[in-house]
Every structure is written in C-alpha cells, then in structure tokens.
C-alpha cells in the first residue's frame, strides 16, 4: 500500500531556512514540519493517500481546519487535515501531534488540575510547567492563569442557548475529599442536538448526589439561559431526574433509556437461562417498525412469560412502554435518541483524564477539570458534522 510521502520540496525549505535564518527559523521551520506530519498521519489513518484508490481505505480527505499553536519556538499557524469517514462508529481523525488541543495549553491546564488535585504549592506546579511546556513559568504566572481559566470556563458554563430539540442528561460519580471524609459526588451532564442538527454539550454541574433538588436547580439553569423548543428528553429511570423533570419542564416527553431498561430487566428474569432469551424479546419490542407494533409485540412477551415469570412480566408490563416515546420521532432518529448512549464519550474521556487523579480534594477541582474536558468535545462536535438531519423529507 502506498501513502503520501514526504513532500520534498517543503524539506528543502526547511532546511533552507535553518541554513539561512538560524535559530530564527524554527518556528517557521516546525511549522512546515507539523504541517507535513499531520498529512502523513491523516493518509495512515484513511489507509490510502490522495486520490489512491485501496480496498483498505476507511474514508476522505475532507479539507483543513486553521488553528494557532504557542510554543517555546514562538507561535505556529498550522493547518490541521480533517477527514470524512465512510464506516459508522469511528472516531474522528485528530493528529497525535496536537493532541485534541495546544499542547502547551494542555500541559498549563493539567498542572493546574494537579495543583488542585494534589494540593501542591504554585512553585511546585511552576517547575512542573516549565519541564511540559519548554519555557519558565512564574508562581505569579500560575496564579493568574488559574484565574484566567476559571473564568473563561465559568463564561462556557453561563453561555446562552437556544432551540435544542433532543436533550440527554445523565450523571457519573467521582471520588471527592470532603470534610475530611471521601464521598461520592454526580458530576451532572446534558447533551443536546440542535435545530442544525448538531451535538451540543449543553451544561455540567457538579453535585453532592442525584437528588431531585440537584437535578431540578441544573434542569432550570439551563432553561435560564435560553434553552427551548425540547421535543423529548432522553434519561434513565433515577427518581431525582424523573421528578425534576417534572417540576420543570412538565410537558415535555421524555423516553426512558432502552439500554437501561435492558439491564434493568435482567434483575427480575428468575432463571440464568432464560437472559439471553429475555434480552431478545425486548430487542425485537423495540425495533419494532412503528409503536402499535411494538406494543403488540410486548403483549405477546407478556402472555408467554406470565406463567414462567410473572415477575418479570408484570415489570415488562408496567416499565418496557416507558422506553416507546422515542417512536413519534421520525424513523431516522430514533437509533440515536432511543439510549442515553450518546453520552458515553463525555464519560469515556473524563475517564481518561480524571483516573489520574483517582481523588479530587474538592468540588470545585472536579467541575474545573470536568468543564475543560467537557469544552473541548462540545466545541468538536459543534464543528465537526452533522450529527442529525433534522429535515428527513427535505
């Protein structure tokens, strides 16, 4: 298989300019470098390389994306190569050289984050800085970025929004010092799709549980800063969701998540044998074609699991049709909106990050490091394409 190759010419300019310029090239120089590197990543992530036909190639080139990047060489103006991928479920393309954001930027917010997860002194994550970063960092430095950063993430956090016809909220738990006694804390997340089509993160709100006043204060700051036009609400069964809801935005739909009712299920099916069967009986009830479909199929479960497990089947009675709301919804989005699923990738990447701290010692380190992680997967999404046609017959 070929790939693109390393474009010559832009080597021996490279090269020229060191020769002639010295060290103030180099910033100039890296750029050029970077810029070549990303190519070179993107067409080993495609499988294939410009215009090359392969059976192996897994999507398109799809243009460039301007981004700015300060490093100890001095400031790049890179162009970062994006992608069109042709297989479902694949993550976008991002070179490994950036990251998902500026390094150095990066670098400053995580030694940040360690400063108030480790509770180490300015000075500490001065030394810190300047070994990820390449350049002398001041203790006064760190101080006001710190206040920069909070501010700036604060400002994401009370930004207007608009029409958002699909919301999804869901809640992960993170191990937090508090009092001196290490609780439990729901760090509170909601998504949305909006008029356009795009996936938006919505809010994150860091809480002392999933209680319905909790719930119902996030729910109305939402609806505080412009948040309308909601056609259906996608959650699990939590009772603080389900009431906060309630007290809040009464009228809206709302599908109780499918995937969840799945697992739900299982704690009343009498027998380990009968799982699997059990789980595909419900499977099917909901890929039904359209609802009077589905409901017929969950009367015929009901009736043949009455006599075996007539636990299970007045459960499946009373809660499987929570999960049918999702079925006035045009055909096309249904897939999409029938889970809290969608979510998973907020929860994957705050994984990743906040694993490294394994204990936050108070919440405002939490929601600072949640709301960063947060920010960059919203401004990706809202970038990237579209996530829904919120037109099928157009």
């Known amino acids: 298989m070929t790939h693109h190759t390393p474009n010559s010419t832009n080597f021996e300019l490279v090269l020229e300019l060191l020769t002639e310029h010295g060290c103030g090239a180099y910033s100039t120089a890296l750029e050029i470098l970077m810029n070549e590197a990303m190519l070179l990543e993107r067409s080993k992530y495609l499988g294939a390389g410009p215009f090359e036909r392969t059976g192996e190639r897994v999507g398109y080139a799809n243009g460039f994306k301007p981004k700015g990047l300060n490093m100890s060489a001095g400031h790049l103006d890179l162009r970062v190569p994006k992608t069109r991928e042709t297989k479902e479920g694949m993550e976008p393309f991002y070179p490994n050289a950036l990251e998902r954001g500026s390094r150095s930027e990066r670098a400053l917010s995580l030694a940040l984050a360690e400063m108030y997860v480790q509770g180490v002194s300015t000075r500490k994550v001065a030394a810190i800085t300047e070994q990820l970063c390449g350049f002398e960092v ?6 006001r970025a710190s206040k920069l950063l909070d501010e700036e993430l604060e400002s994401w956090r009370t930004r207007s929004l608009g029409e958002t016809p699909y919301v999804i909220i869901d809640a992960r738990y993170e191990k937090v010092r508090i009092d001196g006694q290490v609780r439990s804390v729901a760090v509170l997340l909601a998504i949305g799709v909006n008029a356009e089509g795009k996936r938006m ?41 389900r009431a906060a809801l309630r007290a809040v935005l009464p009228s809206t739909p709302w599908q109780r998540c499918q995937f969840h009712l799945q697992q739900n299920a299982q704690a009343y099916v009498p027998r380990a044998e009968m799982k699997k069967p059990v789980a595909a009986k419900i499977r099917a009830i909901y890929n039904a074609p359209n609802l009077s479909e589905a409901q017929r199929s969950l009367k015929i479960a009901v009736e043949e699991l009455s006599a075996r497990a007539p636990e299970l089947a007045a459960w499946m009675e009373a809660n499987i049709p929570d999960g049918f709301t999702v079925f006035s919804l045009p055909e096309t989005h249904r897939k999409r909106l029938r889970t809290s699923n969608a979510i998973e990738r907020l929860n994957r990447e705050f994984r ?3 694993r490294v701290a394994t204990l936050f010692p108070n919440e405002a380190s939490l929601l600072r490091l949640g709301t960063a992680v947060v920010v960059e997967i919203s401004e990706e999404w809202e970038t990237g394409r579209v996530y829904l046609t919120m037109n099928p017959n157009a």
């Open 138 to 143: 001041s203790s006064m430095q760190v101080s």
């Open 352 to 354: 990743r990050r906040s």
């Open 201 to 241: 993160v919505l809010g994150i709100s860091v809480s002392l549980s999933e209680a319905e006043v909790h719930w119902r204060h996030f729910l109305e700051s939402l609806v505080q800063r412009g948040l309308h036009g909601i056609q259906m609400v996608t959650s699990d069964d939590h009772s603080g969701i």
